[in-house]
Nanobody, 124 residues
Framework: QVQLVESGGGLVQAGGSLRLSCAAS????????MGWFRQAPGKERDFVAA????????YYADSVHGRFTISRDNAKNTVYLQMNSLKPEDTAVYYC?????????????????WGQGTQVTVSS
């Protein structure tokens, strides 16, 4: 069982930045791929970014590519999502998720464990 706890959400003006963190339990963190997803009210949960266990491979949704950066610190069992140039359409609840083994970007069904989510609100 892996437990994930997100933090770092909040209210920010358009053009601003936020950094989300996701702390994971367990002693084999580097064996797990990590992903970030988001869900806006009335919409489906969408893929945002993913990173391999070593951190050597990263993947992004087209809508955030060039603005968001996913990274991880395996010594701290933590994955980050640096979000720059935020837009009102980035407003959503952001979830981190994990799966054992290789990274599978784009599909939430491939992830086994989820955090509780953190709200990000971008005002215009």
């Amino acid at each position: 069982q892996v437990q994930l706890v997100e933090s770092g959400g909040g209210l920010v003006q358009a053009g601003g930045s936020l950094r989300l963190s996701c702390a994971a339990s367990g002693r084999t963190f580097s064996s797990y791929a990590m992903g970030w997803f988001r869900q806006a009210p009335g919409k489906e949960r969408d893929f945002v970014a993913a990173i391999s266990g070593s951190g050597g491979s990263t993947y992004y949704a087209d809508s955030v590519h060039g603005r968001f950066t996913i990274s991880r610190d395996n010594a701290k069992n933590t994955v980050y999502l640096q979000m720059n140039s935020l837009k009102p359409e980035d407003t959503a609840v952001y979830y981190c998720a994990t799966r054992w083994g290789s990274v599978v970007p784009g599909t939430s069904a491939s992830y086994d464990y989820w955090g509780q989510g953190t709200q990000v609100t971008v005002s215009s």
